[in-house]
């Protein structure tokens, strides 16, 4: 999997849009951006994942620069239930092997 | 609630002993791994299954081991247990073997190894 750089630490007020950004400079052409979260004690959850150019669900959206050599997840109106931390994952998951090797992620802390 | 279940929630257990952890995974889904998060390694992929038939490895120890059975359900065997194996044992389980990093993680089993 690429070697990925995202910050440690982020702190937010609730209601604020949210962006963490992802760097990952030795992305292959086939690799996937892959985004979890994880609450303390639980398992992480799949968030969202995308390739190129914009995804969007119904909790995120994923922007992706034509280089591809980062990305942006993008918490819309984050609350406090939205502190954990969010790991941003890269590889091909077609490939041959489809494990998830989690980096240290970054700790989102929202507060009122 | 991702539809994937792991008992026990809790082990408490002496060094040298042996514990089997299990994963039922969402219904449905072939794929089985394991993932082990501590203090000091972060989260760390062990092994997957698909169908039965061991599909990956990481970074697993000899002293553990895994099987996924007829039912698709996956157990974790840790033997001669040492303090550093206290951690925190996910399961996860994926629909589409291979091609997807988008994987349902169980609550997980705590162990504490004393």
Redesign the interface.
């Known amino acids: 999997l690429a070697k990925t750089t995202q910050p440690i630490s982020m702190d937010s007020y609730e209601g604020q849009e949210v962006n963490i950004t992802c760097s990952h400079n030795n992305i292959a052409t086939n690799d996937y951006i892959t985004w979890y979260q994880q609450f303390p004690s639980q398992g992480p959850r799949f968030i969202i994942q995308g390739y190129k150019t914009k995804v969007t669900n119904e909790v995120a959206s994923l922007f992706i620069p034509a280089d591809r050599k980062s990305s942006t997840l993008s918490l819309p109106r984050v609350s406090l239930s939205d502190t954990a931390v969010y790991y941003c994952l890269v590889g091909d998951p077609t490939g041959g092997g489809n494990k998830l090797t989690f980096g240290t992620g970054t700790q989102l802390k929202v507060e009122l | 609630d991702?539809g994937?279940t792991q008992t026990p929630k809790h082990l408490i257990t002496a060094t040298g002993q042996r514990v089997t952890l299990r994963c039922s995974p969402r219904s449905g889904d072939l794929s089985v791994?394991w993932?082990q998060q501590s203090l000091d390694q972060?989260?760390?992929?062990l092994i997957?299954y698909y169908n039965g038939e061991e599909?990956?490895k990481?970074n697993i120890l000899e002293r553990f081991s895994a099987q996924q059975f007829p039912d698709l359900h996956s157990e974790l065997n840790l033997s001669s247990l040492e303090l550093g194996d206290s951690a925190?044992y996910?399961c996860?389980s994926?629909d589409r073997?291979?091609?997807?990093?988008?994987?349902?993680?169980?609550?997980?089993t705590?162990l504490t190894v004393t």
């Open positions: 991702s994937v791994y993932y972060g989260l760390q992929f997957q599909r990956a990481g925190l996910f996860a994926s073997g291979d091609s997807t990093y988008e994987q349902y993680f169980g609550p997980g705590r």
